[in-house]
């Protein structure tokens, strides 16, 4: 993770780490990304959010329109990756209870 241990992307990480609400997200994000970066990002997301569920491919495909490239990418990342998919959605889970 060389590429991004430096100090330019901990200001952009520090600067996530500042918003506080789903509104104040949504106008940071939106001024940062263009609207397909935006809807690349929650296709991954909505992805592991299926991956974790047990979903089977196809089911992912058809329902969030992700490539199998895209899906295996998520579910490499969710079985050996750095965390990040695992530790947000386990968050999620916990709040919702």
Not at 46 to 53: D, E, G, P, S
Not at 56 to 75: F, L
């Amino acid at each position: 993770m060389k590429e991004i241990n430096d100090e330019s992307i901990d200001a952009l990480f520090s600067a996530v780490l500042q918003l506080k609400t789903k509104d104040e997200c949504r106008r940071f994000f939106t001024d940062l990304c263009t609207i397909s970066e935006l809807k690349s990002m929650n296709q991954r997301m909505q992805v592991a959010l299926m991956l974790k569920n047990r979903s089977v491919y196809t089911d992912i495909a058809s329902q969030t329109g992700a490539s199998t490239a895209t899906i295996s990418r998520v579910n490499r990342c969710i079985n050996y990756g750095s965390d990040g998919y695992n530790l947000v959605i386990e968050r999620m889970e916990k709040q919702d209870e």
